[in-house]
């Protein structure tokens, strides 16, 4: 008896040797970053420790860590953040040519990283806090007339990686009529409250009516949750934005970190993705029911490398003019 419980002992000891720790920084869905690492877990038997914000909150605590990042795998949620990460030099190239041939067209991006799923960004409306006798527009730019004065908010770019790519490409398609555009919009009383979750309460509540550059993941949760929430996809075109898996090159166990990118972009973690109200990077996993389709909307064409050289100026201009900080 006594053997057995030596070698009982052993093996336990064994186990717990043999597991690892990985360190996961999140800007996906709470519960699509949670759920990953928890499948992941009972597939593995590793365990991942899990943190979540907003894409601004995850670039400035990489920033705070400097040459030590604490993450080994980072999910943001626009491209251009994981492509400034890597002109830091902090991104390990992981993008296997047996993964990238899976992916959706939208999604075939050239980065040293890959993309676990794609969003939009929309309007948002509210149908029963509209203003009287008003009709749902059909552009952008239908915003800063008086009917919407004191009625609309939008998400903080600062914060938002989805906020902030479409606001690069918006002005990279627009130039001096985008300035005009959002300073119109400042005029006529929109407000920038925070984050995506932040910036669609008021709306959800009946406060405001509707939302400027919606994240789809954030609009479509709330119309399943019984809101009255209806998405706008405008004349003019949104952008489709690759949301980037990577791996930091400060990472000690490469192999457990490509391990987890390989769950997230198997069918199994592509699943949650959907489930999580964004399209899918893979092919043959298919999005919720409740999304738009695919080319049912304009997409605009991005070029997203000259994006991301873009992006600081474009942030900084907004910040000042905009927000007035």
């Known amino acids: 008896m006594k053997r057995l419980m030596l070698a009982l002992l052993g093996l336990g000891l064994a186990s717990a040797a043999h597991a690892a720790t990985l360190t996961l920084y999140s800007a996906a869905p709470a519960t699509l970053a949670k759920t990953l690492a928890a499948?992941?877990?009972?597939?593995?038997?590793?365990?991942?420790?899990?943190?979540?914000?907003?894409?601004?909150?995850?670039?400035?605590?990489?920033a705070a860590e400097g040459n030590h990042p604490h993450a080994d795998v980072v999910m943001v949620a626009g491209w251009s953040a994981?492509?400034?990460?890597?002109?830091?030099?902090?991104?390990?190239?992981?993008?296997?040519?047996?993964?990238?041939?899976?992916?959706?067209?939208?999604?075939?991006v050239p980065a040293p990283f890959l993309p676990y799923g794609l969003d939009t960004v929309s309007m948002v409306f509210n149908t029963k806090a509209l203003p009287k006798g008003a009709k749902l527009p059909d552009s952008w730019f239908d915003l800063t007339q008086p009917q919407w004065k004191d009625r609309i908010t939008a998400p903080n770019p600062l914060l938002s990686g989805t906020a902030s790519s479409f606001l690069t490409a918006f002005v990279d398609q627009y130039g001096n009529k985008a300035w005009k555009f959002l300073s119109e919009l400042k005029d006529n009383g929109t407000v920038w409250p925070g984050t995506n979750h932040a910036a669609l309460l008021p709306v959800m509540s009946g406060e405001r009516s509707g939302m400027f550059e919606c994240v789809g993941h954030a609009a479509v949760a709330a119309k399943a949750q019984g809101n009255s929430?209806?998405?706008?996809?405008?004349?003019e075109g949104t952008i489709m934005i690759p949301r980037p898996i990577l791996i930091l090159k400060s990472a000690p166990d490469k192999k457990l970190a490509e391990q987890f990118v390989n769950f997230a972009m198997s069918p199994a973690g592509q699943k949650l993705v959907a489930e999580n109200n964004l399209y899918p990077a893979r092919q043959g996993v298919p999005a919720k029911p409740i999304m738009n389709k695919m080319g049912s909307f304009k997409v605009m064409s991005v070029n997203w490398s000259q994006m991301a050289a873009k992006q600081p100026a474009i942030l900084a201009r907004f910040k000042k003019e905009i927000l007035g900080q």
């Open 229 to 235: 929430i209806v998405q706008v996809f405008p004349k």
């Open 82 to 108: 994981g492509l400034d990460l890597a002109k830091q030099g902090m991104v390990y190239p992981y993008h296997p040519a047996t993964i990238e041939k899976t992916l959706v067209k939208p999604a075939q």
């Open 39 to 62: 499948d992941f877990e009972k597939k593995t038997g590793d365990h991942v420790e899990v943190w979540t914000s907003s894409t601004g909150k995850v670039m400035a605590r990489l």
